[in-house]
């Protein structure tokens, strides 16, 4: 793509972090105008941010972006100025322009030549709804840079010169009699301190006698932001200046060094500081990490965690050995010194890998309010939690599955406008996407109001496919029917649509979420909707639990999982169809031996007059785990059990103890599955 020669790298890095946060402003604030019009908060912030867009792409000589950006500019001021009506047309005529701007960037990146974007047809759009508000502006407040080679050399010249480009918007007093005057003060303001590079309204419309109460001007100049403004705060009747520098974010990069890209500078601010302003989740003064290097400091520190306990145990071993040694007693202090610093370390590490699910969740308005246009349905979509933080490497993994979850709640959970009223129910169905803490767990919950799962319609799919006999599915009870939905091929849908319908998917999403140790429930009501929680880890890189050991080999019990610890006898088990079981209160608790689910070794446990139980819980589901011994909770280091081992049923990883043996981790979500 076609950009300016002495472009750095520096410089391109934070063009591009500004774009994508422009992006996520227009995708977000045109979704919620579409749903809520035209508030006077909501179109200014859309406004400056295609404003944004526009002078900083022409600024580089990104002239196609430049060109989409002020086609889309145009439409939003006039939507502002109570020029146009916001009608669906001009809501997908302005998508149109976001999804080609997203693809202008994308191609900045890739630097493709051989396949140019093509930008007549949305332009085309763009223009066409332009004109239909064209006849009663007077002026167009928008300055658009003109790409001929005049123009770009003129440009070009200025940068040589070290001057650097400012997006200027000056709003003045609509009431003053003396707007014509004010403009050409301005004007002339600027032009003694700078090269205009593009203005609005033009050097001729001004000195004929505009009207209009804005002024928008791109300026070239050596000048500081500072002494920009003073100048222009000089003139009479100026209300508001808002200023895009390009030079305060080259700054910053080259502040920072040159291999982290930094966060930009706030480019665009409230127009009328009485409005309420966007909350923005961007975080200044942060610096950007390889996510390889996050890694292995991940690695390192989990080295030094293994170490810390490894020092601990050999403390408690010479303290015994020798007691009341003075040295042993210090070593002792600065052993459990080390170890909090450890810890405390160990902490920000993996808070550094945390990421605000909202990162994933922002684009979901969006994709729901295309796919329902496309059905010829009416979605609301809420979302809550977006703050919520997970580890970065469980976030792109759940990225899949909520998108098939959305589109399946989309395509056939809710239903059509008129089956809905027929059923009493709004036009309007609604889908709820939730994100919470729960104890040391995250749960995304995703539910509709639509027409929920029938288990009988579930039952009969998986019989056709000879998943199960008539006989089983006859036995199964409505819920145990609807999880059946997770089988691979089984799907409840008359038609296979463009979205989803053909059976697969919803394995992919349990085999996705069982991959970063979660869990995934459904509960679904006929005619009144359907609920499924996905229950996550805060974390992979660490596991909470309590060692016991079993058939001779020790094992890590996650402690989230652990519900209670008993002690029982041995003629308190009984056998339920081949199957081991204990009563706790309410509850029939199938049991799993360890040592024969992992060792082949039932003898020290058969022998036993007493029974050591560790009742876990995975969602609704309860099991208990028969162990030998219960030993200490311990933080461990998770650490994959590698090529050569592969994957085992029911182990999720493994962890190095203090005395250098390793533990096997415990994929409990398997263990209750199986019993």
Same mark, same amino acid.
């Given at each position: 793509?076609?950009?300016f ?8 890095a934070v ?9 996520k ?8 105008m ?11 912030e859309?406004?400056?941010?295609a404003?944004t867009?526009?002078?900083s792409?022409a ?16 439409i ?10 916001l009608?669906?047309?001009m ?7 976001l ?27 763009l223009?066409?709804?332009v ?9 167009n ?11 770009l050399?003129r ?8 001057y650097?480009?400012?997006?200027i918007l000056i ?9 014509s ?5 301005l ?21 004929a006698g ?6 928008s ?12 403004k003073t100048?222009?705060n ?6 508001? @200046? ?5 030079k ?7 502040n920072?060094g ?9 480019t ?21 990490v ?19 306990n ?7 071993m010479?303290?015994k050995?020798y ?9 002792n202090v ?9 810890s ?34 009416k ?7 977006q703050?919520?933080?997970l580890?970065?490497?469980?976030i792109?993994?759940?990225?899949d599955p ?14 059509m ?21 729960e104890?040391?767990?995250?749960i ?17 799919a998986?019989?056709?496919k000879?998943f ?30 463009e979205v ?13 979420v ?14 009144h ?6 229950r996550?880890?805060l ?6 639990? @309590?060692l016991?050991?079993?058939g001779?080999?020790?094992?890590v ?19 339920v ?5 204990i009563?706790l209160?309410?509850?029939?608790i ?47 280091v ?6 050569f ?19 096997l ?11």
């Open positions: 793509m076609k950009i020669n002495d472009i750095s790298k520096e410089e391109l063009f591009l972090d500004e774009t994508d946060e422009q992006l402003i227009l995708d977000e604030d045109l979704v919620l579409e749903k809520s019009g035209v508030e006077k908060h909501v179109i200014q859309i406004f400056r941010a404003h867009l526009k002078g792409s600024m580089l000589g990104y002239e196609k972006m430049s060109q989409v950006a002020h086609a889309m500019e145009s939003l001021d006039l939507l502002r100025s109570g020029k146009l009506e009608t669906s047309a809501i997908n005529a302005l998508f149109c322009g999804d080609v701007l997203k693809v202008l960037r994308e191609r900045l990146v890739s630097d493709d030549e051989q396949d140019e974007v093509d930008i007549n047809e949305a332009m085309t759009i223009t066409e709804v004109s239909t508000g064209r006849e009663n502006t007077v002026a407040p928008i300055p658009s840079v003109a790409t001929d080679q005049k123009s050399d440009m070009k010249t200025a940068r040589e010169k070290g650097h480009f400012f997006n709003n003045l007093e609509k009431s003053s009699a003396w707007l005057v004010r403009h050409f003060q004007y002339t303001e600027l032009g003694h301190i700078g090269e205009i590079m593009a203005c609005s309204p033009s050097r001729e419309e001004i000195e505009t009207t209009v109460a804005q002024m001007v791109i300026l070239a100049s050596g000048k500081e932001t500072g002494a920009i100048c222009l000089s003139v009479q009747d100026v209300v508001n @200046i808002d200023i895009h520098s390009s305060e974010n080259s700054a910053a990069v080259k920072n040159n291999t982290a890209a930094v966060e930009a500078t706030k665009a601010k409230q127009n009328n500081n009485n409005q309420p302003a966007r909350t923005n989740t961007r975080i200044s003064d942060t610096v950007r390889d996510v390889k290097l996050l890694d292995n400091l991940m690695n390192l520190v989990g080295e030094m965690v293994i170490d810390r490894r020092i601990r145990q050999i403390g408690r010479l303290e050995k007691r009341d040694d003075a040295n042993i007693e210090t070593l600065t052993g459990v010194h080390m170890g909090k610093l450890v405390d370390l160990h902490e920000n590490i993996l808070r550094a890998r945390m990421q605000g699910i909202g990162t994933i969740l922002n684009g979901f308005p969006r994709l729901v309010r295309d796919l329902a246009q496309k059905a010829g349905k979605i609301d979509l809420f979302i809550e939690g703050e919520t933080e580890d970065r490497s469980i792109e993994q759940i990225r909520l998108l098939h979850l959305l589109r399946n709640s989309v395509d056939h959970g809710i239903e406008p008129e089956k809905r009223r027929q059923a009493a129910k709004k036009e309007t169905g609604t889908i709820r996407l939730a994100v919470y803490h104890q040391s767990h995250v995304v919950s995703i539910s509709d109001d639509g027409a929920g799962i029938d288990p009988e319609k579930v039952k009969q998986a019989v056709s000879g199960i006999s008539a006989d089983t599915a006859a036995r199964l009870s409505p819920s145990e029917a609807q999880n059946l939905i997770f089988m691979n091929g089984v799907s409840t849908a008359a038609q296979v649509s989803s319908g053909r059976g697969v998917g919803m394995d992919v999403v349990k085999t996705n069982s991959s970063v140790g979660g869990s995934i429930s459904i509960d679904s009501q006929p005619g909707g359907t609920t499924i929680k996905i996550l880890p974390t992979l890189a660490t596991v909470d639990g @309590i016991v050991s079993s001779g080999l020790t094992y019990v996650p402690m989230a999982a652990i519900l209670e610890i008993l002690k029982i006898k041995a003629d308190q088990v009984y056998g169809m081949g199957q081991e079981v009563r209160r309410e509850n029939i199938p049991l799993v031996r360890l040592n024969e689910r992992f060792s082949d070794d039932g003898t020290s446990v058969a022998m036993a007059k007493e029974l050591n139980v560790m009742v876990i819980k995975v969602g609704d589901k309860l099991s208990g785990l028969v162990v030998d011994t219960v030993l200490e909770p311990q933080e461990s998770v650490k994959p059990l590698g090529k081992i592969g994957s085992l049923r029911g182990i999720s990883g493994a962890t190095i103890m203090g005395d250098g043996q390793v533990a981790i415990l994929d409990t979500a398997t263990l209750i599955k199986e019993s």
